[in-house]
């Protein structure tokens, strides 16, 4: 499977952003889609989830509220709109897929195919 990601730009505090994640190749590995981000000297950090039907999403604390997981119709395409930015959602977010459903669907251990991330920046 292979992923990439992209829509990072430079942004207000205030402001909003729409991620895409482009997937294509083998996915019969695959039964949820993850977006992780990472700022500079920091790990990574689990941002939300999604599983292949939908049907299950899931929101790291620091966002939930603010950001919205979803796929287009035909499963190629995952995103990750984003609203009410502020400066520390800065980093570069990657998306990447895996065979858990729920449990350690944050693990990002668990996780596959990862793209090349995009950078997000919100000044304040």
């Known amino acids: 499977v292979q992923l990439q990601a992209c829509g990072g730009g430079l942004v207000q505090a205030g402001g909003s952003l729409r991620l895409s994640c482009a997937v294509s190749?083998?996915?019969?590995?695959?039964?949820?889609l993850g977006w992780f981000r990472q700022a500079p000297r920091t790990g990574q950090e689990f941002v939300a989830a999604?599983?292949?039907?939908?049907?299950?999403?899931t929101y790291a604390d620091s966002v939930k509220g603010r950001f919205t997981i979803s796929r287009d119709n035909d499963e190629t395409t995952f995103y990750l709109q984003m609203n009410s930015l502020k400066p520390e959602d800065t980093a570069a977010y990657y998306c990447?897929?895996?065979?858990?459903?729920?449990?350690?669907?944050?693990?990002?251990?668990?996780?596959?195919?990862w793209g090349q991330g995009t950078l997000v920046t919100v000044s304040s």
């Open positions: 990447a897929v895996t065979d858990a459903v729920v449990h350690n669907i944050r693990d990002p251990v668990m996780y596959h195919g």
């Open positions: 190749g083998r996915t019969d590995r695959s039964r949820s």
């Open positions: 999604i599983n292949w039907s939908g049907g299950y999403r």
